[in-house]
T-cell receptor, first 114, second 117 residues
């Protein structure tokens, strides 16, 4: 079975450019999470969708960040404009509600903003 | 508040040694789940185990075993006869019904395990 699929795996961009990260959750899963991993802050939740609807976006750092989930099989995380401090690994994950079911992670998108 | 503490930042062992990774959690909820994930050098997060708060039975899977003790709020992970391929960062995580039923995971800071040949 296919796991959570993320693209791109690696992205290097210049400050000020728009970055779009993409995610395809596991088929049949109805919850989708975007996490960010940095050395300073570890793994932190950015946003959570349930049945394509954003439920909790309290972790989104600022207005430069936005996330969408137009259908059950696709989500994007956009940063516009990007800044060097956005450099991190961005993970997409999915699971099946109710809570407590295993959350499966993608391989991550490694973003470097120079 | 929910919190996961992995006090060991880095552990280094020689191959074939046993090693235990500690995890202490905090939650006021009675229903919760604990997880362990492995992050190898390639960077992906690999699910290892899930345990709910009502099941304190220890679990063994090959060289891996987990000890869940509610009395001490701990969920420790032991690797027996460690191998170089076990070198990775290991994360303990918690989700509880107090998270609004979102399933949101609270992660510890991770323990970096280095197994030397």
């Amino acid at each position: 079975d296919a796991g959570v699929i993320q693209s791109p795996r690696h992205e290097v961009t210049e400050m000020g450019q728009e970055v779009t990260l993409r995610c395809k959750p596991i088929s049949g899963h109805n919850s989708l999470f975007w996490y960010r991993q940095t050395m300073m802050r570890g793994l932190e939740l950015l946003i959570y969708f349930n049945n394509n609807v954003p439920i909790d976006d309290s972790g989104m750092p600022e207005d430069r960040f936005s996330a969408k989930m137009p259908n059950a099989s696709f989500s994007t995380l956009k940063i516009q404009p990007s800044e060097p401090r956005d450099s991190a690994v961005y993970f997409c994950a999915s699971s099946l509600v109710p809570f407590g079911n295993t959350i499966y992670f993608g391989e991550g998108s490694w973003l470097t903003v120079v | 508040a929910q919190k996961v503490t992995q006090a060991q930042t880095e552990i280094s062992v020689v191959e074939k040694e046993d090693v235990t990774l500690d995890c202490v959690y905090e939650t006021r909820d009675t229903t919760y789940y604990l997880f362990w994930y492995k992050q190898p050098p390639s960077g992906e997060l690999v699910f290892l185990i899930r345990r709910n708060s009502f099941d304190e039975q220890n679990e063994i899977s090959g060289r891996y075993s987990w000890n869940f003790q509610k009395s001490t709020s701990s969920f420790n992970f032991t690797i027996t006869a460690s191998q170089v391929v076990d070198s990775a960062v290991y994360f303990c995580a918690l989700t509880s019904d107090g998270s609004g039923n979102t399933g949101k995971l609270i992660f510890g800071q991770g323990t970096t395990l280095q197994v030397k040949p």
